[in-house]
């Protein structure tokens, strides 16, 4: 049996603590990581009651053992509220191109997802893929979220083929790796990218042939690089390029999805 994810688009997403006025009641102090992200999450979903967390691994350390934590401190919620059916878990990974030190974190990100497909299958007794969307902030051009399809299929997945002696594959050894495949979330965020929107996710759209595409387009970065009415004027035009995309050939027509962050 093979691990695919069907989502229902989330109505309502919680990022990783933004600024408070206080710190929050629930935190031991006012640097919130660790254990208290985690609750912070089972927090979003149960009590702020959002339909989706953000898990955040761009330019920061970021709790891996999210999905096992959340359903051992939690069981009796998430028993009732599946993760990867009606409650996501959305990863946010460093751009490499755009890291010194740190782009290998995308390796690390990518290669826990199986993981937490192994831990969320035995923990709900049926195969389950908890995580199966990755966002990839400052998308430029459509290369970039088609590379990151293809390295988790061909260097994550693909590696359980890997003959370890004459009789024995990786996936012999550690068991095989699910889901075999995941969903690109482009969130685009400068005046280039933004004014040429379709151009970055249209040749994406043709190679990978999702059943929807997320697209994020950012509102405050373009804000303060180049002002509040330039902003505006961008977020207009993308989301008129999206539409356009969207509707303009019968094989798109619900392909794309436009959130405004």
């Not at 751009?95 to 290669?111: D, G, I, R």
């Not at 889901?179 to 482009?186: D, M, N």
Request: charged share 25%; glycine share 4%; hydrophobic share 35%.
């Amino acid at each position: 049996m093979t691990v695919e994810f069907e989502r229902k688009i989330p109505r309502t997403m919680s990022t990783q603590h933004p600024d408070n006025v206080n710190v929050p009641e629930w935190s031991q102090g006012p640097v919130i990581d660790g254990n208290a992200e985690v609750y912070e999450a089972y927090y979003a979903f149960r009590t702020l009651g959002c339909q989706e967390v953000m898990w955040d691994s761009e330019g920061k350390d970021v709790d891996t053992r999210v999905v096992r934590k959340l359903l051992n401190n939690h069981w009796d919620y998430f028993s009732e509220n599946e993760l990867g059916k009606d409650l996501y878990l959305t990863y946010r990974i460093p751009k490499p191109t755009a890291e010194s030190v740190e782009k290998k974190v995308v390796v690390e990100t990518l290669q826990n997802i199986p993981v937490t497909c192994d831990v969320a299958t035995l923990a709900y007794k049926k195969e389950v893929a908890p995580i199966f969307e990755v966002i990839l902030p400052f998308t430029t051009s459509s290369k970039e979220p088609i590379w990151l399809y293809n390295y988790y299929r061909k260097a994550i997945v693909a590696n359980e083929e890997i003959m370890l002696d004459e009789s024995t594959k990786a996936k012999d050894w550690i068991g095989t790796s699910k889901p075999k495949k995941i969903a690109v979330i482009p969130l685009v965020e400068d005046f280039n990218s933004l004014s040429n929107v379709d151009g970055i996710v249209e040749p994406y759209i043709n190679m990978v042939k999702p059943k929807h595409l997320r697209v994020f387009l950012a509102r405050s970065d373009p804000a303060l690089n180049y002002g509040l009415i330039c902003a505006v004027l961008l977020q207009k035009i993308a989301l008129s390029k999206l539409k356009k995309t969207a509707t303009g050939k019968p094989k798109t027509q619900e392909h794309v999805g436009i959130e405004n962050k």
